[in-house]
């Protein structure tokens, strides 16, 4: 079964940045698109950004420019790099397959952007 553990969340003022990390047991990650999804209170999970197993990269048009998607197979690790963050990234973001999840999720973690 595949378990994720995300980490890397906090809270920061708008214009900061954080560095999430997820990693991955139970699958062979290296085959796999992986992505960055979030979440705020009400909503639907939203896909934020992706990256192929050919590291093809596709961001959501809300972070494209400010966040960077990176994986490390070795580790079975993925990154999400988050730059110049804005109130409106507050959410909790957690990592899965991209565009077509899983249906096992790990607790994701909690981001908050607030001056």
């Known amino acids: 079964q595949v378990t994720f553990v995300e980490s890397g969340g906090g809270l920061v003022q708008p214009g900061e940045s954080l560095r999430l990390s997820c990693a991955v047991s139970?699958?062979?990650?290296?085959?796999?698109?992986m992505g960055w999804y979030r979440q705020t209170p009400g909503k639907q999970r939203e896909l934020a950004a992706s990256?192929?197993?050919?590291?093809?990269?596709l961001y959501d048009d809300s972070v494209k420019g400010r966040f960077t998607i990176s994986r490390d197979n070795f580790k079975n690790k993925v990154y999400l790099q988050m730059d110049n963050l804005k109130p409106e990234d507050t959410a909790v973001y957690y990592c899965?397959?991209?565009?077509?999840?899983?249906?096992?999720w790990g607790q994701g973690t909690q981001v908050i952007v607030s001056s």
């Open positions: 990256i192929s197993r050919f590291e093809d990269i």
């Open positions: 899965n397959r991209g565009a077509i999840p899983w249906d096992s």
């Open positions: 139970g699958i062979a990650f290296s085959i796999y698109s």
